[in-house]
């Protein structure tokens, strides 16, 4: 079961790659000033991982309208996020989790026989640090509620 929507959000420092080189991204930078939207996948190079993160880089537009920023997070390494990024012209930063803390932190690990990876999940973070929205998928197969995390945003 992923965090509770009421719960402050555990705050984060992750890494991510833009074209100026690795940066890295607090969520606690965003609060008093935007909305997150944390979008947890299993891994790159997926298919319903690269249609899930495709389909959200065509309507980033929207999330901004929202006042929101969007971060997909994996336990896949820097330069397999930034291949696959660049392979599927994915536009929204790539934050990787590789020591699985986020992941641990946000409740949503999906055992594996391969080892520990994100399950798919969504949450959205108001402004003020506090869970909106949370939902983990069924299966890894299963994509979040988008219409649910906009409205979430909207309130």
Not at 111 to 122: I, K, Q
Request: proline residues 5%; contains cysteine.
């Amino acid at each position: 079961m992923p965090i509770a929507v009421g719960s402050k959000a555990p705050d984060f420092t992750l890494k991510t790659k833009t074209a100026d080189g690795v940066k890295d991204i607090k969520l606690s930078d965003h609060f008093g000033q935007s909305q997150t939207v944390l979008l947890f996948f299993p891994a790159a190079f997926t298919g319903v991982c690269t249609q899930e993160m495709c389909d959200q880089t065509s309507g980033l537009g929207e999330y901004e309208k929202l006042g929101a920023h969007v971060y997909g997070i994996s336990v896949d390494n820097l330069p397999s996020q930034e291949a696959w990024a660049k392979q599927h012209q994915i536009g929204l930063p790539l934050l990787s989790d590789l020591n699985k803390t986020v992941t641990r932190a946000y409740d949503v690990v999906l055992a594996g026989a391969a080892g520990d990876v994100s399950a798919r999940a969504a949450f959205v973070i108001g402004k003020d640090g506090v869970v909106k929205y949370a939902e983990q998928t069924p299966t890894p197969r299963d994509l979040p509620n988008f219409a649910a995390v906009k409205a979430a945003l909207s309130n």
